[in-house]
């Protein structure tokens, strides 16, 4: 069974931070790429970061760029999303997809698998 666990949410403060894993399972990791996406209430899905199996090239967003870190452990066939320097704006439910490696990372049309979403959430 393909499974995509996404956990490490919850509530903090502004400037506080967190650290989200997707922990994968079921399918060939390595021949797929991960990306991060959040949802906030009333508005679309964005991607906020991804990690391309092919070469390790990361991707972010320009609104979390220089406060997100994305990685990933093959090993434990986990990626994790570093977030630093959180604010209000950040609050979403954070969701984990895969790709197969090679298509294009900037659409989310090409993530194959999902996971079930992480709440996050920042306060003033």
């Known amino acids: 069974e393909v499974q995509l666990q996404a956990s490490g949410g919850g509530s903090v403060r502004t400037g506080g931070s967190l650290r989200l894993s997707c922990l994968a399972s079921?399918?060939?990791?390595?021949?797929?790429?991960i990306g991060w996406f959040r949802q906030a209430p009333g508005m679309e899905r964005e991607l906020v970061s991804c990690?391309?199996?092919?070469?390790?090239?990361?991707s972010y967003s320009d609104s979390v760029r220089g406060r997100f870190t994305i990685s990933s452990d093959n090993a434990k066939k986990t990626v994790y999303l570093q977030m630093n320097i959180l604010k209000p704006e950040d609050t979403a439910v954070y969701y984990c997809a895969a790709a197969y490696r090679g298509l294009a990372l900037s659409s989310d049309v090409n993530y194959r698998y999902w996971g079930q979403g992480t709440q996050v959430t920042v306060s003033s």
């Open positions: 990690i391309s199996s092919s070469d390790g090239r990361t």
């Open positions: 079921g399918f060939t990791f390595d021949d797929h790429s």
